[in-house]
């Protein structure tokens, strides 16, 4: 088993007395050095002096995975570091990798030291017998190139980024060091818990050498202290009279300090944290937490970041969790493999259930090499995240089935033969969670726990008809568990005529009424609009939210990411399911779930980025406000339109929406909510509203505005002739700065991206000047519109217009 444990020595002493040889583990993220060439012997790295100056975590593919260049980087680069010893002694030393993408070699001193074959996980390399008292050099070989031997397929709809994608930790231990603990509930209630612990010691023990365990609660008593001979593997139990319980809403983690001690002098010491908790998933019923009947409400996570790809740094995997606790999910998957350490300790911290992944995600089953590494990629993923009570599921992978990678992969008795291999190992490893599969039928009734593939309302059928489906499915599977639904939407493009549940494109309303057509895959045909989307999701959570036999659903995906097979999305190389964008903004979509999950009081208009708006004079428009608050009054231009109470069996935004009469010009929307009577809440918007229908785009117009961080923001929208806004263009335009300042590019966002389709008529680049005193000359165009240049400075924009055709 390798983890981690990540105490400083001064946290460790105060356990007891220590040699001059206890555990100290350092981060060594800083200061090394990156040399992108393909180079396959490290012998030939002498002769190249192309090496720059990097920090970790570090990829290679942050930025050419979503450029408009088709493909991504997918070879070898390496890393170097110089690490000094002033003195070695009896220490024995080790390097700990968090992941590397995807098979790396380690070398010091220019002998190898060890290898990995698998991204997405932690290893170790030891280093002793290879240091040197002086400077050290380290030599880290990384390659994330076209591998069907290793997992995931490179069919997958997301990124394989290469590089050190996270944390990278220099240990320095006794000879003999406590290796790694891990801890079993046998028994759990509230009257009781068993909890078994294993402690497993590396190295040669001497005749006197003792472990000493010291269990505390989550208020940081001791409540039981456990002494014995060390042995290689020691094992102790400890029974807990009614234990304080972990569960979603009070995540109480007790702990357990371990000691290894040399003649009462203490050589190693690690803590580690556990909770006590029990769960069921009834047969064709709910899910069960401590007990109690506890709807999953959940979420997917890809690992990956506007303008850092994987290489995020641990705050902003805390600030992705603590988003999505504030959404009020009390469920994640990680998809579609094993994450960052810290998303799991935050996850146990924040009381968020996990359901975690193999990479196992297409591409059907492999032969013996791809089997061996598969198993391998398995057993680290449950040894090293086997103590986190938020765990409650092993996945065994995604879409296995799907697009082979070996000739005969796809074969069902060869793909369920090595998936019952896959569960009975993850059994063997850990008795006490479930296993799990998605979209993979032939193997449902292999694993513990299924998800179809259900996408009532994008992929085809309607989203009206998901309570029928959910139904169907709670008694075809024993325990059905629904992964994945949603659809795409483009942050700030809206509609006042958004296709309905039913899945039918309504008549504008500037037009006589028609008869409506009915849409097959609003995937390809939707208009990719917010209001869609909302409208959607609000639909079925009123379904999972009122759903008794239900165990519950996880949305995909929580924020939008890269992947290699959506070029022609409406920002390229974008999967824009998310809740958020890449940067971590939020859509309309995000306070929908939040007015159904979140305790803390808010209420939120739909919607903040839809400012413009026209009709005909006399036209009544629905405002919804999406609201967690018992009652909710609606002001328009001052004027009160009402007080509703909330109610999830009315739809949409369970009754909090109201017919209004726009006036032209300017429109202040406000509403404030209530609970027992008083307010705990409120939020306002302005939106300009015309009575008159733009025309055919004539030009675009540019203006810029002067951001806090000090770039500027273009904005380029379509007019028509009188200057209207147009806003039911949304064709591609293309960004280029041509003079004064770099545009933020590469980005995956709707201010980061030089080639994105218009929202409502309107698009958006950041600029970074290169001097506060110069111009900056900009360009837009797309094939409509013969001219392409517009100049703009700093201080005043200036436009060019162009004659459309």
């Known amino acids: 088993m390798k983890r981690i444990y990540l105490w400083v020595l001064w946290s460790i002493s105060l356990l007891g007395t220590t040699t001059a040889n206890a555990r100290e583990i350092k981060n060594i993220n800083k200061e090394w050095q990156y040399l992108e060439q393909p180079i396959t012997d490290i012998v030939d790295l002498k002769s190249s002096d192309h090496w720059i100056n990097i920090d970790l975590p570090h990829t290679w593919n942050n930025e050419d995975a979503v450029d408009l260049t088709p493909g991504y980087r997918r070879s070898i680069s390496w890393y170097k570091k110089?690490?000094?010893?002033?003195?070695?002694?009896?220490?024995?030393?080790?390097?700990?990798?968090?992941?590397?993408?995807?098979?790396?070699?380690?070398?010091?001193?220019?002998?190898?030291?060890?290898?990995?074959?698998?991204?997405?996980?932690?290893?170790?390399?030891?280093?002793?017998?290879?240091?040197?008292?002086?400077?050290?050099?380290?030599?880290?070989?990384?390659?994330?190139?076209?591998?069907?031997?290793?997992?995931?397929?490179?069919?997958?709809?997301f990124f394989i980024y290469g590089g050190i994608t996270r944390d990278v930790w220099l240990k320095s231990v006794d000879p003999a060091y406590i290796n790694d603990v891990k801890i079993t509930l046998e028994e759990a209630s509230r009257e009781k818990a068993i909890v078994d612990f294993q402690v497993y010691v590396d190295g040669e023990l001497q005749p006197k050498d003792i472990l000493v365990l010291r269990i505390k609660d989550p208020e940081g008593n001791i409540v039981d202290t456990i002494e014995r001979s060390a042995k290689e593997k020691s094992q102790g139990k400890i029974t807990l009279s009614k234990p304080t319980l972990w569960s979603t809403t009070s995540p109480n983690l007790y702990s357990v300090e371990v000691e290894l001690k040399h003649k009462k002098q203490q050589t190693d010491a690690i803590i580690e944290s556990f909770g006590v908790r029990w769960f069921e998933f009834k047969k064709n019923g709910p899910f069960y937490l401590n007990g109690e009947r506890l709807l999953l409400r959940g979420t997917h996570r890809h690992e990956e970041h506007a303008g850092v790809g994987a290489a995020m740094s641990n705050q902003m995997h805390r600030e992705d969790m603590e988003l999505?606790?504030?959404?009020?999910a009390n469920f994640v998957r990680l998809a579609h493999y094993p994450q960052d350490p810290e998303i799991y300790k935050a996850c146990d911290e924040l009381g968020i259930l996990i359901w975690d992944e193999v990479p196992w995600c297409r591409g059907g089953v492999g032969d013996e090499v791809w089997k061996t590494n598969t198993k391998n990629m398995l057993k680290e993923m449950i040894d090293q995240n086997y103590n986190h009570p938020s765990i409650i599921i092993w996945s065994l992978g995604n879409e296995i089935y799907w697009l082979p990678d070996f000739e005969g992969g796809d074969d069902v008795e060869k793909m369920n033969s090595f998936l019952k291999e896959m569960n009975d190992l993850a059994h063997e490893l850990d008795p006490s969670r479930k296993t799990a599969i998605r979209k993979y039928y032939d193997g449902a009734t292999i694993v513990d726990v299924f998800s179809p593939s259900i996408w009532s309302g994008w992929y085809s059928g309607a989203y009206t008809n998901y309570k029928t489906?959910?139904?169907?499915?709670?008694?075809?599977?024993?325990?059905?568990?629904?992964?994945?639904?949603?659809?795409?939407?483009?942050?700030?493009?809206?509609?006042?005529?958004?296709?309905?549940?039913?899945?039918?494109?309504q008549a504008d309303h500037w037009e006589e009424e028609v008869n409506q057509l009915e849409v097959t895959s609003i995937s390809k045909i939707g208009d990719w609009s917010e209001n869609y989307i909302v409208d959607l999701f609000d639909w079925y959570l009123s379904v999972s939210e009122t759903h008794d036999q239900f165990v519950g659903n996880a949305q995909w995906a929580f924020k939008d990411f890269g992947t290699p097979l959506r070029p022609e999305n409406d920002i390229p190389y974008i999967n824009q399911k998310g809740l958020l964008d890449r940067a971590g903004n939020p859509k309309d979509a995000f306070y929908v779930f939040k007015s159904y999950w979140s305790e803390e009081p808010f209420s939120y208009i739909e919607s903040h980025t839809w400012t413009e708006r026209s009709g005909k004079k006399g036209k009544p428009r629905n405002v919804c406000v999406y609201s967690n608050n018992a009652e909710v009054e609606f002001f328009l231009n001052g004027k009160s339109q009402g007080k509703k109470k909330r109610d999830i069996t009315s739809f949409p935004a369970c009754g909090l929406n109201w017919d209004i009469q726009f006036e032209e010009g300017n429109n202040q929307l406000h509403c404030v909510g209530y609970n027992d009577g008083q307010e705990v809440s409120r939020d306002s918007m302005h939106v300009n509203y015309s009575f008159e229908k733009a025309g055919t785009p004539h030009e675009l117009k540019l203006t810029s505005q002067l951001l806090q961080n000090g770039n500027y923001l273009f904005t380029v929208t379509a007019r028509d002739k009188e200057g209207r806004r147009c806003l039911n263009y949304e064709e591609r335009v293309y960004f280029q700065c041509l003079m004064g300042g770099d545009l933020l590019k590469n980005q995956g966002t709707p201010t980061g991206s030089e080639s994105i389709k218009m929202a409502n008529g309107k698009a958006e680049i950041e600029v970074i000047p290169h001097s506060t005193s110069e111009k900056i000359q900009m360009s837009v165009l797309n094939q409509n519109f013969k001219g392409s240049y517009l100049e703009t400075n700093i201080i005043e924009s200036t436009t060019t217009n162009f004659e459309y055709k």
Request: charged share 25%; proline share 3%.
């Open 324 to 328: 999505i606790k504030s959404m009020g």
């Open 82 to 157: 110089v690490l000094n010893f002033k003195s070695l002694g009896e220490q024995r030393r080790f390097l700990y990798f968090e992941g590397v993408n995807i098979t790396t070699e380690v070398y010091v001193n220019g002998q190898k030291a060890g290898q990995h074959i698998g991204g997405y996980l932690g290893f170790e390399i030891e280093l002793t017998e290879f240091l040197k008292e002086g400077d050290n050099e380290i030599v880290v070989k990384v390659d994330n190139s076209y591998d069907p031997q290793v997992i995931p397929s490179q069919k997958s709809d």
């Open 469 to 505: 489906v959910v139904d169907k499915s709670i008694q075809d599977y024993n325990h059905f568990f629904h992964m994945e639904y949603g659809g795409s939407s483009h942050l700030g493009r809206h509609t006042e005529t958004p296709i309905t549940g039913e899945g039918k494109i």
